[in-house]
């Protein structure tokens, strides 16, 4: 009788023991089925968003490698607009936008009243901190671009533009701001206002005193919702930002005889899915002195709706991994203990003059088969489950990218208490947008999958039953 005849009688006449291999088979192929589909599924979103998001990379000083004397240091030089000209001089990148960031104040643009307000009506005018709380109360956060369209708020949505233009690198002593403040002030794109920078600290007294006429090319609206408390400052009041241009800022750095430099400097790509492989390539330039300087993709827009798959992502692998392996070592020891069972058997097959490796395919061929037919439910199985465990995915990273806490007075008390006051504001003051980010992830079987599934299963089956026939197959005919 041949092994594929003898293991089809087995399996039949050893109901309980089929049954119970079958169902262990059947619960491993399922599990390995459908962590290896969401494991995919979150690399492939990843990637998708990835390349949707992450459209550009940064680059910024090593101050730690500097140091505070930079003039000192052979060969370093200042992140200026020759170097991101030349950085941006490169295969691939077709935007360059130098970024930094200030606070300056006007007598003729009033703010969205904010914590500084509030601090002003309770302080007396003869208080020496009068003045410096007053300086905050006409003082937004100016956003300083080469191109305004590629700041951050109006890539994701949050600021639109509703009059007027962008800022471009030819601009200079121009500004775009709120629709908010443009009614409250009674200003429109062409008209001008008085701006002027204070040291509050007195550590950059060449600051005081610098001053300039900017004139409004364009008024953005607001299109993120953000939640304020009494405690949020004028400069984190969403309508109350202004974006400039760079000149302004470099002319503000240099009559105040201080180094001339951006803090970060933006570098888009014409294709995101190759901005690994551009910035490596950038690194191996000689004409930049890459010791100095950090490059990193930005993946600020990419990171808020990726963090949540990232964490799934590891949690599923680590879930899937303890699944299979309490699995297989069951496995194991019901196939130890069946064949165990079968000495009597086996001596039998001995003494009708079959073979080992005649006897060895029996027992393979039983253990393929069960796998095989377990392999059916598994597969059916498999889909409808990652389907499910693919929607609860997608409302998590749709929960992640919702309007964000809102917190008690006494729970902002208490984060003053305990340290925590500032990451608590910044939590609550983010923005958002009404509609967040969806991501749409495939959970479908597809023939890879399905094939590596299967070998999987099978190579555990013949793996296991080899070592534990070979003891087996091994002893003495008595």
């Known amino acids: ?24 088979l059947a619960l491993l192929s399922s599990a390995c089925l459908m962590g290896i589909i969401m494991v995919r599924g979150l690399e492939d979103t990843q990637s998708t968003l990835r390349r949707t998001f992450a459209g550009s990379f940064y680059v910024s000083t090593d101050w730690n490698s500097v140091g505070t004397h930079p003039e000192n240091v052979p060969g370093f030089e200042f992140l200026n607009d020759e170097m991101a000209e030349r950085i941006g001089d490169f295969e691939g990148i077709t935007a360059v936008n130098a970024t930094a960031y200030d606070f300056l104040a006007s007598d003729e643009l009033t703010l969205i009243p904010g914590a500084h307000a509030r601090y002003l009506k309770e302080t007396d005018p003869a208080d020496a901190s009068y003045k410096n709380k007053l300086y905050f109360t006409k003082s937004p956060s100016y956003a300083f671009n080469s191109y305004s369209e590629l700041a951050p708020e109006f ?46 600290t007195g550590a950059f007294p060449n600051y005081n005193g610098i001053d300039f006429d900017l004139t409004i090319v364009g008024i953005y609206h607001v299109e993120a919702q953000q939640k304020t408390t009494k405690f949020t400052n004028e400069s984190d009041i969403a309508a109350n930002k202004v974006f400039s241009d ?27 899915a ?18 100095y300087y950090l490059i990193e993709a930005d993946e600020t827009e990419y990171a808020s709706v990726a963090e949540p798959l990232r964490s799934m992502h590891t949690t599923i692998i680590v879930v899937t991994c303890i699944v299979a392996v309490v699995l297989l070592i069951l496995l194991y020891l019901v196939l130890r203990m069946s064949l165990q069972s079968r000495k009597q058997e086996t001596r039998v097959y001995r003494c009708l003059g079959y073979s080992k490796r005649n006897i060895w395919g029996q027992f393979v061929i039983e253990g393929v088969l069960l796998a095989l037919l377990a392999f059916i439910p598994a597969a059916a199985l498999a889909p409808p489950c990652t389907d499910a465990m ?36 910044e939590d609550m003051q983010k923005l958002y947008l009404d509609e967040p980010v969806e991501i749409d992830m495939d959970t479908g079987l ?10 999987a299963g099978l190579a555990a089956v013949v793996l296991f039953v080899s070592i534990q026939s070979r003891e087996l197959l091994n002893a003495g005919l008595r």
């Open 246 to 272: 760079t000149h302004t800022n470099v002319e503000t750095k240099q009559r105040a005889d201080d180094y001339v430099y951006y803090p970060f400097v933006y570098f888009f790509v014409d294709d995101p």
């Open 1 to 24: 009788m041949t092994p594929q005849k003898r293991a089809l009688l087995y399996i039949c006449r050893k109901k309980k023991f089929s049954i119970l291999l079958f169902l262990l």
């Open 155 to 200: 890539r994701m949505g949050q600021y639109t533009l509703v009059k007027g233009r962008h800022i471009t690198p030819e601009d200079t002593h121009v500004a775009i701001i709120s629709d908010v403040l443009a009614e409250q002030n009674g200003l429109d794109v062409g008209d001008s206002y008085y701006v002027y920078d204070y040291d509050v």
């Open 390 to 425: 693919g929607g609860a995915v997608e409302n998590i990273v749709a929960a992640q990218n919702e309007e964000p806490p809102e917190y008690s007075e006494a729970e902002i008390a208490a984060a003053m208490r305990d340290g925590s006051f500032v990451n608590m504001m």
């Open 274 to 291: 190759r901005i690994d492989e551009i910035m490596a390539a950038e690194q191996e330039r000689d004409d930049i002195p890459w010791e």
């Open 446 to 455: 597809t023939l890879p999958v399905v094939l590596a599934s299967m070998a």
